[in-house]
């Protein structure tokens, strides 16, 4: 799915980190220049809901952001020797050259961490996979292809050598130009090509999952969250009811506008089910306040994810999960629960937007991940709390065991944090990501 990119440093300090380009960052990175969507390519004719508006200026073959900058996902030729390091004053320094050198937008926390942050992941399926049956693991949108390499390498010398051997490794990749380099990133050991493939397609597309086995196997997903589409409801008070927004273009101006509709979608009516649902009804004393001073509300809906999920659910009824990303982002702009940092680039320093509208094809859109949504919609699509044929509500026990777990605790855990420490104990990995989380989720035996 997304492409996967650096939480690296912004405008403030540790330990709140953003995936905006670098500080370090000269003008000739600033020297991609973005092509501009006229609102009339991105929209059409026609009112288009906001999910689709930010997947176009994203996503769009020629003028989305991100086909603009396929080269931008940078790989280290060798990985840093964080032991040798005095500590934090050096580290950046370290990060200016690197920047500096490579021209690249951003590194991914798993090539800045190589090999260690992969070789935590890979820690953490070994501890809990089922090792009687082959190894299967799928990775959504996996950049480089070092978190691949990463795991395979850990697998080949740590797991017993059957284990190895009969494992499999898919990763879906939607950009061509970064699935090419996922493999020969992956070549460098020669034994892990007969276990390695990529396959080059949109992950929740449910027709590409067409001929795969409903096995046991595990899907990986670092910073793929943050970019998916979301949806945005509107309510004019407290008390209203949610309509959805679509963006169209205002005919007198080359200008974007919001429009409100009751809702019919049906994957947006499935979100709100699920935020809201068990929601404790409005008390007397808030009700009259809410009529007395009525206030409007912007919510924003993980819609794509609420979609990838269904499709991974049921198409990998098995399977288990890892995945990263952000809990906050600082210095939001955009209104709205959920909202996201909309920030561009202009003669080689971020800016940010107010308005998502602003964004067509030269800005990254990405969104904080809601992780007790997130359970509650991996809950939702494995089928656990949804209703019986005649509409009473299912009584089945969950179908998952699920945990979220911050960075530090998750790298504490399954990881080597001795390999990313300082001479003088500064630990960028544990440190310096204290707004990302680890969200695991493996199916329990009930399933019936």
């Not at 050096?90 to 992969?118: C, G, H, N, R």
């Not at 094809?361 to 656990?384: K, N, V």
């Not at 709390?385 to 509409?391: C, S, Y």
């Not at 104990?425 to 989720?441: A, I, V």
Request: contains cysteine; hydrophobic residues 35%; aromatic residues 10%.
């Amino acid at each position: 799915m997304a492409l996967v990119r650096l939480i690296s440093s912004r405008k403030l300090s540790p330990p709140f980190y953003c995936k905006i380009v670098n500080r370090f960052e000269l003008t000739r990175i600033g020297s991609i220049r973005a092509a501009f969507f006229s609102t009339q390519k991105l929209i059409g004719d026609e009112p288009v809901l906001v999910r689709d508006f930010i997947h176009r200026a994203l996503y769009d073959a020629k003028h989305g952001y991100f086909s603009q900058r396929s080269q931008s996902v940078g790989v280290l030729e060798r990985s840093i020797k964080f032991n040798q390091l005095e500590g934090r004053k050096a580290y950046m320094k370290l990060l200016e050259k690197v920047y500096k050198q490579s021209d690249i937008s951003w590194f991914t926390p798993v090539e800045l961490f190589k090999p260690w942050y992969a070789h935590g992941i890979a820690e953490a399926i070994l501890r809990t996979t089922n090792l009687s049956v082959p190894l299967k693991i799928y990775e959504i949108g996996g950049g480089s292809g070092t978190c691949a390499k990463g795991i395979l390498d850990y697998i080949m010398l740590n797991a017993p050598e059957r284990i190895y051997n009969n494992m499999s490794y898919t990763s879906i990749e939607i950009s061509p130009s970064l699935a090419k380099i996922q493999k020969e990133t992956v070549a460098q050991v020669g034994s892990h090509l007969s276990k390695f493939r990529v396959e080059c397609r949109d992950a929740s597309d449910l027709s590409g999952w067409r001929n795969v086995e409903q096995q046991p196997c595990w899907v990986i997903m670092l910073e793929v969250l943050d970019n998916l589409p979301h949806d945005l409801v509107y309510s004019q008070s407290q008390l209203s009811p949610w309509m959805e927004v679509l963006v169209e273009n205002k005919p007198e101006s080359e200008s974007l506008s919001e429009l409100y509709k009751p809702l019919e979608d049906p994957l947006i009516k499935r979100c709100i089910d699920i935020v809201e649902h068990e929601a404790p009804p409005v008390s007397k004393p808030k009700e009259i306040w809410s009529k007395l001073f009525p206030k409007p509300r912007r919510c924003w809906l993980p819609t794509g994810c609420l979609k990838l999920l269904e499709v991974l659910h049921e198409k990998l009824p098995k399977m288990s999960l890892i995945a990263s990303d952000f809990s906050f982002l600082p210095d939001v702009k955009v209104p709205g629960e959920r909202a996201p940092l909309v920030s561009t680039k202009k003669d080689g320093s971020s800016s940010d937007y107010s308005s998502y509208l602003d964004a067509k094809g030269d800005a990254d859109i990405f969104f904080p991940t809601d992780f007790w949504l997130l359970e509650r919609m991996d809950h939702y699509c494995s089928g656990w709390r949804k209703t019986e044929k005649d509409g009473t509500p299912s009584k089945k026990g969950r179908k998952r065991r699920t945990l979220t777990l911050d960075t530090s605790a998750f790298m504490d855990e399954f990881g080597l944090p001795s390999k990313t420490r300082t001479k003088d104990g500064y630990n960028p990995l544990l440190d310096d990501f204290k707004n990302t989380k680890f969200y695991l989720s493996v199916p329990t035996h009930n399933t019936k």
